[in-house]
């Protein structure tokens, strides 16, 4: 389905609602913003782990849409204990780069740092559920 980019976390929240309301199901990669100066990640694993999710996501994963869900500037992020994301009831974030698998409305689990990084890692994350 391919890869969508949430502009803020209202905007992530209302996709997050919209899912569980329909039961559908969608990737969330959390990652950190672009430096708009230099048009860079100010994040260094999430500059190697971006790569490797996008890939592996539409190789593995096309059936599902990955949303790009920013955290802002780095001074919005780093030791910021009021971020949206990481006082939303659902989410929790902690760290970045991470990956929340959502099937169905629940969350099947989730990635975060290194793990992100780890192709063999993502690759079986991301394998479907088999029946």
């Not at 803020?8 to 929240?13: A, F, K, R, V, Y």
């Not at 969608?26 to 994040?43: D, I, K, R, V, Y």
């Not at 890692?121 to 029946?131: N, Y």
Request: proline share 8%.
């Amino acid at each position: 389905m391919g890869i969508k980019r949430c502009s803020d976390p209202q905007e992530t929240e209302n996709i997050w609602q919209e899912l569980c309301n329909e039961q559908g199901s969608a990737l969330f990669l959390f990652f950190g913003s672009e430096n708009p100066g230099t048009g860079e990640s100010w994040c260094k694993d999430c500059v190697i782990a971006d790569p490797i999710i996008r890939s592996l996501c539409t190789q593995i994963r096309p059936d599902l849409t990955l949303y790009e869900c920013p955290v802002g500037e780095r001074s919005e992020w780093k030791d910021q204990a009021d971020h949206p994301y990481r006082l939303h009831p659902q989410w929790h974030l902690e760290r970045i780069p991470t990956l929340i698998l959502i099937e169905d409305a629940c969350e099947r689990g989730r990635l975060g740092e290194a793990d992100c990084q780890d192709p063999e890692l993502v690759r079986a994350f991301l394998a479907p559920i088999q029946s």
